[in-house]
């Protein structure tokens, strides 16, 4: 997972409440295990609608998007927090979020930003012409235009996407303590250890 500290640049004014999975990306490419393709199905439906943002050259590539109240709600899918991903979007500001959508999001690295909705309203004026600059670390959203928007994250989440650490990389960090407990193990209770394959 790629660390993430500070995300600035163009922001897709999207605003639509009780977004579900299905349409962040619909069923049909869930037969997929890959996380890399999935951003052209991202928002399929919405983007067969003349004039939608997320085809918009303006707003193309963007690292940031926001969206409306309940965001990601629906069914559990991670494809759709690997739509996003693969989409190059790598926060989600909105007034509030799906537990799991939320959930997914983190363990992909896409940082979930909850304002109140007047400051998401703000934020989507403004990501109509300029960027918008979050700052993980100082857990703020600002513009050039001095809004200043501060947000709350859990402490264990903001170390994970500071550090880029997933699972695994959580796990990694932690070799020289299994490394001495399957040492003690080994001493302890040799019968477990494996035979060396000659």
């Known amino acids: 997972m790629d ?3 500070v995300v600035e640049g163009g922001a897709y004014p999207f605003g639509m409440k009780n977004v579900d999975t299905d349409i962040v990306i619909p069923a049909h490419w869930l037969k997929t ?3 890399s393709g999935l951003g052209k199905g991202a928002f399929e439906v919405l983007r067969k609608e003349p004039g939608n943002v997320f085809d918009d050259p303006r707003y193309a590539g963007s690292p940031i998007l926001i969206a409306g109240d309940n965001f990601g709600c629906g069914s559990s899918r991670e494809h ?3 739509a996003l991903a693969d989409l190059g979007i790598k926060v989600v500001i909105a007034p509030s979020f799906s537990d799991i959508f939320s959930g997914n999001a983190f363990k992909n690295g896409i940082l ?3 304002l109140p909705q007047e400051a998401v309203d703000r934020l989507l004026e403004v990501a109509r012409t300029d960027p918008i600059h979050v700052d993980l670390e100082a857990q703020t959203v600002t513009t050039q235009f001095q809004d200043r928007f501060s947000f709350d994250i859990d402490p264990f989440r903001k170390h994970c996407l500071l550090g880029g650490l997933d699972e695994i990389g959580l796990t990694l960090g932690e070799v020289d303590v299994i490394d001495r407990y399957e040492a003690r193990q080994a001493q302890e209770q040799p019968w477990i250890v494996p035979a060396a394959v000659a």
């Open 3 to 5: 660390k993430l500290t």
């Open 112 to 114: 979930t930003v909850v």
């Open 80 to 82: 759709a927090a690997w």
């Open 33 to 35: 295990i890959s996380r």
